[in-house]
């Protein structure tokens, strides 16, 4: 079936510091997505990237459709404590989303 | 919220009993999903459904079964419980395919089986 690869597995950074992941297939998707797991609680919905070569960004939060449709990556901007969390990747094609297995962010104060 | 709840969140079953663990949503959406949540797997999809009695399997469907009798209602049942299904469920929903804004999840159910 399809896979995403998604990189780094963990992260673990100072607060300020800007931080990048990304998402890589072996198949296209016609939507990228981008969410974030607080502990305890389900995935939140936090960018959702339409088109290749879109860049769109929310907040500190900046994310980049791949042009060959294989990939995306996310960046957070100033991290803050706050940021921690898991975040997932996911690529759409039909009603069912694929998601990546995530990359665990860990901001010191 | 966005209008999708789990039920219970938390439960303690023996190995061998029937479970059924339920999703219901208050946003008319068509699209509802069960996956499951294990550290180094991520989430992995269990049984989807497109509509009232429409289902169908997903990545890891071996030991549940899923019924939709109701738009609103999303139901997982796991057969005869087993450890290797302790894990965290989590429901989803989503009103459109394909150019969509992505799923809605639920807060998720913690299962223990001992």
């Known amino acids: 079936g399809q896979q995403l690869n998604q990189s780094p597995q963990s992260m673990f950074i100072q607060e300020g510091e800007d931080v990048s992941m990304n998402c890589t297939s072996s198949?296209?998707?016609?939507?990228w997505l981008w969410y974030k797991q607080d502990p305890g609680e389900g995935p939140v919905l936090l960018i959702a990237?339409?088109?290749?070569?879109e860049l769109t960004s929310n907040g500190r939060l900046t994310a980049q459709f791949g042009i060959t449709r294989k990939d995306s990556f996310l960046n957070i901007s100033a991290s803050i404590p706050s940021d921690v969390g898991i975040y997932f990747c996911?690529?759409?094609?039909?009603?069912?989303?694929?998601f990546g297995k995530g990359t665990k962010l860990t901001v010191n104060p | 919220d966005a209008g999708i709840t789990q039920s219970p969140r938390h439960k303690v079953t023996e190995t061998g009993t029937p479970v059924t663990l339920r999703c219901h949503q208050t946003?008319?959406?068509?699209?509802m999903y069960w996956y499951r949540q294990d550290p180094g797997h991520g989430l992995r999809l269990i049984h989807y459904?497109?509509?009232?009695?429409?289902?169908d399997k997903g990545e890891v469907s071996d030991g549940y079964s899923v019924s939709r009798s109701k738009t609103e209602d999303f139901l997982l049942t796991l057969e005869s419980a087993t450890s290797s299904q302790t894990s965290v469920y989590f429901c989803?929903?989503?009103?459109?395919?394909?150019?969509?804004?992505?799923?809605?999840f639920g807060s998720g159910t913690r299962l223990t089986v001992v």
């Open positions: 459904s497109y509509g009232v009695k429409d289902t």
């Open positions: 990237l339409y088109k290749a070569g």
């Open positions: 946003e008319n959406h068509r699209y």
């Open positions: 198949s296209i998707f016609n939507t």
């Open positions: 989803a929903i989503s009103g459109r395919a394909g150019r969509s804004y992505g799923y809605t």
């Open positions: 996911a690529g759409q094609l039909t009603e069912k989303l694929v």
